[in-house]
């Protein structure tokens, strides 16, 4: 037998194993890497979690969900929001470099704000409520409001934004105040386009959260803050939404 024809033999052999090892491993799908999260969130007291008697709110209560989700390893949460703050409060917290540089780690932001400027409204005419005084100061709002997008997707082009959209808070407590429903549902309308017009940037719309009854109480003592099983409803609301996405990628 030839040289040659060894050769030819064994160089047959080492490639018939090299193409029944890459065949062993076919069909395998790798796991997905693991990864940490990072949530910042910026507005009102219903972000800062007021209301809530567990201390968590909505926004500990999406990343104690994230958490349990098995390709996630960590979530670390930067939450700036306070209570009584209006669009104009906001846009000055915006401009506090921790504030820009917690915004610019996150994979997620969150954010709610308007119903101050809201209630303002509902105070300075309550004995004589019209739809008038609502909807002058609404298109005020709105500019504020595409104000605080924009400086926020200044910090952070790639993270997802959701804003959790305003509710009536005296739907049981003052029924007559039947306005307020009109009033927050254009508000929220005229949040949405604002939105619409940023990228990665979506409403949770939890209205009808707090117009339905419930033989579970929804709202804190106060009558105006949700209590921790009102924050679980948002916080349910808002991570169904997430999820209609992917998590971020790295």
């Known amino acids: 037998m030839s040289i040659r024809f060894i050769s030819v033999v064994a160089a047959l052999v080492c490639l018939l194993s090299a193409c029944t090892g890459g065949n062993a491993g076919a069909g395998k799908t790798a796991a997905a890497p693991k990864r940490s999260i990072v949530i910042a969130a910026v507005g009102d007291s219903l972000t800062e979690g007021v209301g809530d008697q567990g201390g968590k709110g909505y926004v500990g209560m999406i990343a104690e969900k994230l958490k349990n989700s098995s390709d996630v390893t960590s979530v670390k949460v930067k939450n700036y929001a306070v209570k009584g703050y209006r669009t104009d409060d906001l846009l000055k917290k915006l401009e506090e470099k921790k504030v820009q540089d917690g915004l610019k780690d996150a994979d997620y932001i ?5 119903g101050n400027d809201l209630m303002k409204v509902v105070r300075q005419h309550f004995s004589h409520l019209t739809l008038q005084p609502f909807r002058s100061e609404q298109k005020a709002f709105e500019q ?3 104000k605080i997008l924009t400086e926020i997707r200044k910090q952070n082009g790639r993270a997802d934004m959701i804003y959790v959209g305003m509710y009536n808070p005296f739907t049981f407590t003052l029924s007559e105040l039947r306005e307020v429903d009109q009033v927050v549902g254009e508000w929220n309308l005229g949040a949405e386009r604002q939105l619409k017009k940023i990228p990665n940037a979506k409403m949770a719309d939890i209205a009808d959260i707090f117009e339905e009854y419930s033989d579970e109480k929804k709202m804190a003592d106060d009558d ?7 924050y679980a409803l948002i916080a349910k609301r808002v991570y169904d939404q997430m999820r209609q ?3 971020p990628t790295e």
């Open 245 to 247: 996405e992917e998590l």
């Open 110 to 114: 969150f954010l709610t704000i308007g």
């Open 224 to 230: 105006f803050h949700p209590n921790q099983f009102g």
């Open 144 to 146: 504020r409001f595409a």
